[in-house]
């Protein structure tokens, strides 16, 4: 079984920067893809960006061309790149494996002035 750990996350203005990670404790082999999912208050848990084993990624409408998700596999860490940042994007933001995991904590992305 996969543990997953996210950190990164805090409060930044619109139009701003972050980096999210993820530590996954078992073997990167171990699942075909990882990806991050997010949710804000009273809204489902939707899925923001994938990355297959092989490298393909898969990215949302709404953080196309903003958001770019990586994976270090010596150190089985994903990351989320966050740029351009809006009030929308507001959310805990949980990592995910596939096939999945059980969920981690999450961390919590709040883009306000």
């Known amino acids: 079984q996969v543990q997953l750990v996210e950190s990164g996350g805090g409060l930044v203005q619109p139009g701003g920067s972050l980096k999210l990670s993820c530590s996954a404790s078992?073997?990167?082999?171990?699942?075909?893809?990882m990806g991050w999912y997010r949710q804000a208050p009273g809204k489902q848990r939707e899925l923001v960006a994938r990355i297959t084993k092989g490298g393909s990624t898969y990215y949302t409408d709404s953080v196309k061309g903003r958001f770019t998700i990586s994976i270090d596999n010596f150190k089985n860490t994903v990351y989320l790149q966050m740029n351009s940042l809006k009030p929308e994007d507001t959310a805990v933001y949980y990592c995910q494996t596939f096939p999945p995991s059980p969920w981690g904590q999450g961390t919590q992305v709040t883009v306000s002035s």
């Open positions: 078992g073997s990167i082999s171990s699942f075909a893809a």
